[in-house]
């Protein structure tokens, strides 16, 4: 769910999916894809074996690819043939292959999670209704995103500077070059998640643990993956963090979200990958650790890297965006910028995509 956390948590894709028209737009195309969804499980619902969840997962990873390619072609305004052309085979091998298959089933396991843990209505005892939801909810998600990215690499043919495209590429460049900052948050929020769960399992209650495990790990490793974040933003300009420019309310919010919020998500798919496609009838405490430590291992490499990566588009993007979006001032801008940035960036093993 990178993509997801980079297009809320960077300010130049922020700005350019929130823009008013582009979400007066997407309101109406995230409408079709639910209610197809909707149709489709009733019409296969009596043909497929959808109680069985790898069956349902299958049918929800279909359905969201073809979601996916549909709302990203409607981002993108192009035909596919078009956008095949010009975007190239690896670029739809990940919009429909991640942002599609991968994405879509992610979700039903963390709507099937929360149904599991939180209402008490397990997709096994009760397939119908978790399972339409299971269908609707990730289809519409993935619409949604798929949309958002399909605007993005429009903007960007047009000419407007995009410094990240959210399909990870810039992360696994800068890993090996930042790995000892990286190892250790990786590493605190590891311990910080393990050593939570571990606590938590002690305290007894077994009907109990996987609710207090899924609201008290994530908040621990919540907060190590805020830190996380300020000490990425710090890699650049280290007086920074001397300086501290974050408010208290803007510390709060952004500990709810994306912190808290991404990493009690995390947790959940993980459950719902035990209970539904490893069939795991209760977790043992080996087995919320792993999922607490995992969830921490995420958490941690992806919050370090979008503080570094929020601090370096805020150095990089500083032109007005009714300017970002001409491709001819666009050209010259951007061409004296990146020769002035350039080699100090470079000093500090930025990657220059």
């Not at 007066?24 to 197809?36: E, F, I, N, T, Y």
């Not at 949309?147 to 500077?161: D, K, N, S």
């Not at 008290?216 to 933003?233: K, R, T, Y």
């Not at 998500?265 to 990958?273: A, K, N, Q, S």
Request: net charge positive; proline share 6%; with cysteine.
């Amino acid at each position: 769910m990178l993509h997801r956390l980079s297009l809320r948590v960077l300010p130049q894709l922020h700005l350019l999916v929130t823009d008013q028209p582009v979400r007066k737009r997407k309101r109406w195309v995230m409408l079709a894809p639910g209610l197809v969804a909707f149709g489709i499980y009733r019409l296969l619902k009596d043909v497929l074996p959808l109680s069985e969840p790898l069956v349902l997962l299958g049918l929800c990873g279909c359905v969201s690819a073809l979601a996916a390619t549909w709302a990203y072609l409607q981002g993108r305004g192009l035909s596919l043939r078009e956008s095949f052309r010009q975007d190239g085979v690896r670029q739809w091998l990940w919009i429909v292959g991640w942002i599609g298959v991968a994405y879509g089933m992610q979700l039903s396991l963390l709507v099937l999670a929360i149904l599991q843990v939180f209402v008490g209505y397990d997709f096994l005892l009760h397939p119908e209704g978790p399972a339409m939801m299971a269908m609707i909810i990730p289809c519409t998600s993935v619409t949604r995103d798929s949309f958002e990215i399909g605007v993005v690499q429009r903007l960007a043919h047009e000419g407007t500077v995009v410094p990240t495209f959210p399909n990870g590429d810039v992360l696994r460049g800068w890993i090996p070059q930042q790995l000892p900052e990286v190892t250790k948050w990786g590493v605190l929020t590891i311990f910080g998640g393990s050593l939570s769960s571990w606590i938590v399992f002690g305290m007894g209650l077994s009907a109990w643990q996987p609710i207090l495990q899924s609201i008290l790990v994530p908040l621990i490793v919540g907060s190590i993956s805020m830190l996380a974040f300020f000490a990425g933003e710090a890699l650049l300009e280290p007086e920074k963090a001397k300086r501290k420019p974050h408010t208290w309310l803007s510390c709060l919010w952004f500990w709810m979200w994306p912190s808290v919020t991404f990493a009690l998500t995390y947790f959940l798919v993980m459950i719902g990958i035990a209970s539904y496609v490893l069939r795991v009838d209760q977790l043992s405490q080996l087995g919320f650790v792993v999922i607490a430590a995992s969830t921490g291992l995420m958490m941690g490499v992806y919050s370090v890297f979008l503080g570094w990566r929020k601090s370096y588009e805020e150095r990089v993007i500083t032109i007005p965006e009714n300017i970002q979006r001409c491709p001819f001032v666009m050209g010259m801008l951007q061409q004296s910028k990146m020769t002035e940035s350039v080699p100090s960036l470079t000093s500090h093993g930025d990657l220059v995509k």
